[in-house]
Every structure is written in structure tokens, then in C-alpha cells.
């Protein structure tokens, strides 16, 4: 499938020339797709390889042959991600403080246990890309640090802490894809997780929503200087994202209560899920999106559309 769509049930595909560098492009015509009860493609199993186009022969996966490298990919929406690609032929450098789940593991995947802060990393993620793989295409920095406080009780080192790993990591993993690409002749694509906080800050969380919007800076201003080499530079800015079941990081972080009140300030209705973000992840880095660069691609459920809510009694 091109996006992971849930309850696609006809497509047709047909291929044209682009940029050489990124390969082949598929436009799909795709039908009956539904908000709810939906199924995903992004799931880690080899049978979803090669998919069918409908009886007119074999439509190879997007990513056969590339190599990315995720960052924070050992749970929530990194880990995501990282069965996105699988799934897409892919193989996966996986970044983590931690080792990734089984659940990924397979002759296509290595993982780097490491922290992004840390200057001497993104090299040694770039160089074990290369050494397992072959080469380095694509670039997810999912990796973050969120401490909850008050801007008046933070204390500097925890808000150096979060701007090192959110901020500081970001760059240091951009700089060495973007030395390797270039080396390399160019092409490529960047993707760095976001936030809607970025730009709908929330009380105590100061420090998670400056660094986020320290991040879609940064990208524009990546997107400008790597554009000529052929690079694409984007975002991915998530809603509030159910990371139950794809985490085995913080699982009781919010309350029942606190995410009934999130979904209730969400138009569509619901909670997003990793695979939503893992499926605008993937388009950002395909053929599809070969001329999209600097974007943020908000993936939150029409959050950050307007207003949607009021408090209780308010107009009465």
C-alpha cells in the first residue's frame, strides 16, 4: 500500500519517471477509505513485502534496498517507525537508551544503543549503517526527553536536558547523515518528530514545547541548505498519540481521566495512533513526496485546525 490506509479496497498503480536519485514513483487510485475500524500496513512482517496491485503484477515494497536510521525507535511512535520501514522493505538502524523489543528483529535490522546527546554517536550510527548495509538513505530523529514542570521550579539542568537530546541531538544526527549524503552524491530524505506544542504550548511544558519549536526551525533552515544536494528536510508533528501497547516506556503517564479529556479536544474524535505517524513518516521519505521539503505535516486529528472545545459553561 502507498500510505498504509486502512480499508483500502481498490487501488491501481502505474509508474513514472522522477528523480533519478529517489528511485521510481507509484500514483495509486485509492477507494472506500474509512476513518475508524481501520487496519495498517505497518506492521513488521516480511509477507508485506510485495504487495498486490489489483491483479497487474507485483508492486515491489517502497524501500527495498534503502537503509534508515530512527532514532528513539525502541518504543511509542519510533518504534513505529521502525516496523514501518520493516514492513516497506527497508532495512532499520534502530537509536536507543534501550535495546528494541524482539518483535523487530530480523536479518534487516540492527540497532545502536546510545544516547543522541552524546557528540560522539551520530557517527557511530552513520558508520554501522554503512558497515551492516551499505549506505544510509534516510534519517527519522523521533528521540525526546519531556520533563513535566513548572518554568518557575525547573531546574537549568533538566532544562539543558531536554534542549541536548531534543535539540542538540537532532542537529548532531542531521549533521552526520547530511556530511554522509552529500559524500555520497546527494538525495536522501530527513524526517524529525515534532510536536503540536510546538505552536499550542501547554502549562508545564516549557522546555518539551520550545524545543520542539527549535526543531521545526532548524528543519526549514536544513531544507534550504541541503535542498540543492537533493535532501528533503520535513516534520511530523503529532497530536496526543495512545502510545499504549508500542511502549514499554512510561506506560502510566497520563491518567484515564487525562486522555478522555484529550480525545475530547480532538475533532476526529479519537486518540491518534503510532501507525498514524509512522504512515506520514513513510510518505514524507517515498517517491510521493519527492518534491516536499521544509513542510510540518500536522498529524493530530484537525487539533490544531481552531478551536474546537470550550470550557465547561463557558458562552452560558
Not at 477509505?33 to 515494497?61: F, H, I, L, M, T
Amino acid at each position: 500500500m502507498f500510505l498504509c490506509f486502512g480499508d483500502v479496497t481498490s487501488f491501481g498503480a502505474r509508474g513514472y519517471a522522477s528523480d533519478p536519485r529517489r528511485g521510481r514513483v507509484y500514483e495509486r487510485r485509492v477507494g472506500s477509505v474509512k476513518g475508524s475500524g481501520r487496519r495498517y500496513a505497518c506492521a513488521p512482517q516480511e509477507r508485506n513485502r510485495e504487495r498486490e496491485d489489483g491483479g497487474e503484477g507485483r508492486v515491489p515494497a517502497r524501500f527495498d534496498g534503502m537503509t534508515a536510521a530512527v532514532t528513539g525507535g525502541a518504543n511509542g511512535i519510533g518504534r513505529a517507525v521502525a516496523a514501518g520501514f520493516l514492513a516497506e522493505g527497508a532495512n532499520v538502524v534502530v537509536v536507543d537508551l534501550v535495546e528494541p523489543p524482539e518483535t523487530l528483529r530480523g536479518p534487516r535490522f540492527e540497532s545502536v544503543v546510545g544516547d543522541v546527546a552524546d557528540e560522539r554517536l551520530a557517527e557511530r550510527v552513520v558508520g554501522t549503517a554503512i558497515g551492516r548495509f551499505g549506505d544510509l538513505d534516510l534519517l527519522v530523529n523521533d528521540a525526546a526527553a519531556y520533563p513535566d514542570a513548572r518554568l518557575v521550579d525547573m531546574e537549568p539542568a533538566a532544562w539543558r536536558r531536554v534542549f541536548d537530546v531534543n535539540v542538540t541531538g537532532v542537529y548532531l544526527m542531521c549533521r552526520a547523515f547530511a556530511r554522509h549524503r552529500i559524500a555520497a552524491g546527494g538525495g536522501g530524505s530527513i524526517v524529525s518528530i515534532s510536536s503540536g506544542s510546538a505552536r499550542s504550548p501547554r502549562p508545564e511544558g516549557a522546555a518539551y514545547a520550545a524545543s520542539k519549536a527549535a526543531v521545526e526551525t532548524l528543519s526549514k533552515t536544513l531544507a534550504l541548505e541541503l535542498g540543492p544536494h537533493g535532501v528533503n528536510v520535513n516534520v511530523v508533528a503529532p497530536g496526543y498519540i495512545d502510545v499504549r501497547g508500542w511502549s514499554d516506556a512510561y506506560p502510566d503517564r497520563a491518567t484515564d481521566d487525562l486522555r478522555a479529556a484529550l480525545v475530547r479536544s480532538i475533532p476526529m474524535g479519537r486518540a491518534g495512533d503510532p501507525r498514524d505517524i509512522a504512515a506520514a513518516v513513510l510518505f514524507l521519505c517515498s517517491d510521493a513526496a519527492a518534491h516536499v521539503s521544509g513542510a510540518v505535516l500536522d498529524v493530530d486529528g484537525g487539533s490544531m485546525a481552531g478551536r474546537f472545545s470550550l470550557p465547561e459553561g463557558a458562552g452560558r
